[in-house]
T-cell receptor, first 112, second 114 residues
């Protein structure tokens, strides 16, 4: 069975700085999809970025980018120029068939 | 931009009562899902639904749970006899069913069982 691990329960970063959130996963599949979701205090789950495992190029969405290392089964999220609105829980998720398997989340604190 | 909506935002019920949580997925999406998140814990998959039938379900989704798409727009989750441990945030999601099957989530319903 697939598992997703986020080893950082909490991270903090100074506003305008860069922060990297880590995620590792375990799978025997060769084709799969990975996602990062953001959950602000409102608790709505917001899709931040996605990565197809067959693509070698790392996905980017504005200030958000990933470092996808397929052999190492690592999928980290880099947030550049951190803003106060980035403060939230961040969840890494692996798509298995039609379900998402979730990590435990990392709480990101932005220091003004 | 189209959104998944959920009602109610907060539901309080007594143990043993039936509850129905409602969701309106994005209109052209084909796959629908329910997840739950107990406070302080991981998000857990409950069920996926496609073409008017369950396509996948987890061990959590036992006989106390059921899903329905009664009218082509709403997607409901019913819990027949609620337990204290059913207290959680319930998220509905939908997916267009394209290659990536990325899922878009509603704002959630907070269920409190007393």
């Amino acid at each position: 069975a697939q598992t997703v691990t986020q080893s950082q329960p909490e991270m903090s970063v100074q506003e305008a700085e860069t922060v990297t959130l880590s995620c590792t996963y375990d799978t025997s599949e060769s084709d799969y999809y990975l996602f990062w979701y953001k959950q602000p205090p409102s608790r709505q789950m917001i899709l931040v970025i996605r990565q197809e495992a067959y693509k070698q190029q790392n996905a980017t969405e504005n200030r958000f980018s990933v470092n996808f290392q397929k052999a190492a089964k690592s999928f980290s999220l880099k947030i550049s120029d951190s803003q106060l609105g980035d403060a939230a829980m961040y969840f890494c998720a692996y798509r298995s068939a039609h379900q998402l398997i979730w990590g435990a989340g990392t709480k990101l604190i932005i220091k003004p | 931009e189209p959104e998944v909506t959920q009602t109610p935002s907060h539901q309080v019920t007594q143990m043993g009562q039936e509850v129905i949580l409602r969701c309106v997925p994005i209109s052209n999406h084909l796959y629908f899902y329910w997840y739950r998140q107990i406070l302080g814990q991981k998000v857990e998959f409950l069920v996926s639904f496609y073409n008017n039938e369950i396509s996948e379900k987890s061990e959590i989704f036992d006989d106390q749970f059921s899903v329905e798409r009664p009218d082509g727009s709403n997607f409901t989750l019913k819990i027949r006899s609620t337990k204290l441990e059913d207290s959680a945030m319930y998220f509905c999601a939908s997916s267009p069913g394209t290659e990536i099957y990325e899922q878009y989530f509603g704002p959630g319903t907070r269920l409190t069982v007393t």
